[in-house]
Every structure is written in structure tokens, then in C-alpha cells.
């Protein structure tokens, strides 16, 4: 069966990319090189990568990230202290919420403009397996 195994963020700053996600994550990257740090996620590999190291300019993911946590109150707490921005949006709302299909969960940018959610590990929805 195919699995998601990494998923990339383009930082334009490996050592602040460094600092505010070993706070959210509350562990350390793993400096493979200069320009690729990863931080592994229960075997998904959350890998923060410097674009201009590869010719390419920087621009933040269009998409979310999702990552699922085992205390999103402290999680949200540590983002928040290290730079995240609420996203102001009707439709996610602002700060923790309850969603509708029973998830816990908290939307952000990080300090590159990357979209991110934080999940509580407890309440992870993960498709019902019916189609309406």
C-alpha cells in the first residue's frame, strides 16, 4: 500500500526554520545538509528546504500542512511564542476549534508564510470510507 513519506517547506531561512519548528515540534532536526533539515513525524518526514540553494526562488506551500500532535494546547502555545500567525478566515475560525467531523485543531502561517494546522492526536479524522 503506497504511504505519504515527506512533504517539503520551503524556508528562505534554514536557522530560523530551525528555531520555530524544533519549538512547535518540541524536537530537534536533523541537519542532513545546509540546505535540508528534517524533522521525522511517526515516519513521515517533514523536510524544511532552502529553494535558492537549488536555483529557485522562494515561495511558501499554497497548501496546508497538517500535523497531528499529542497536546495541540501546548503545541499551539510553543507556535505561537515562536512567531506563527493566526489565520484570519470565516471558514477555519481563530484559534483552537472543534470541526465539524470531530477534530481538534488550530490554523497558522509560520513565519515564511507557510500554512500550517495543528491537529489533536486524539481526534484525527481521517475519512468515514462512505461517499454521500
Not at 517533514?46 to 535558492?52: E, G, H
Not at 515562536?82 to 465539524?100: C, M, P, S, T
Amino acid at each position: 500500500m503506497p504511504r505519504l513519506f515527506r512533504v517539503i517547506v520551503p524556508v528562505p531561512d534554514m536557522e530560523a526554520a530551525d528555531a520555530f519548528y524544533a519549538r512547535v515540534l518540541d524536537m530537534e532536526p536533523d541537519k542532513v545538509t545546509p540546505t535540508r533539515h528534517y524533522f521525522d513525524c511517526d515516519g513521515v518526514i517533514l523536510a524544511l528546504v532552502d529553494p535558492s540553494a537549488h536555483g529557485r526562488a522562494f515561495r511558501a506551500n499554497p497548501d496546508l500542512v497538517y500535523l497531528a500532535l499529542p497536546n495541540l494546547e501546548a503545541a499551539l502555545d510553543r507556535a505561537v511564542e515562536a512567531g506563527a500567525q493566526f489565520l484570519d478566515d470565516d471558514d477555519v475560525g481563530w484559534g483552537i476549534q472543534q470541526r465539524v467531523w470531530g477534530e481538534r485543531s488550530a490554523y497558522f502561517t509560520d513565519p515564511f508564510g507557510n500554512p500550517l494546522c495543528l491537529v489533536d492526536d486524539t481526534t484525527l479524522f481521517t475519512g468515514s470510507g462512505e461517499a454521500e
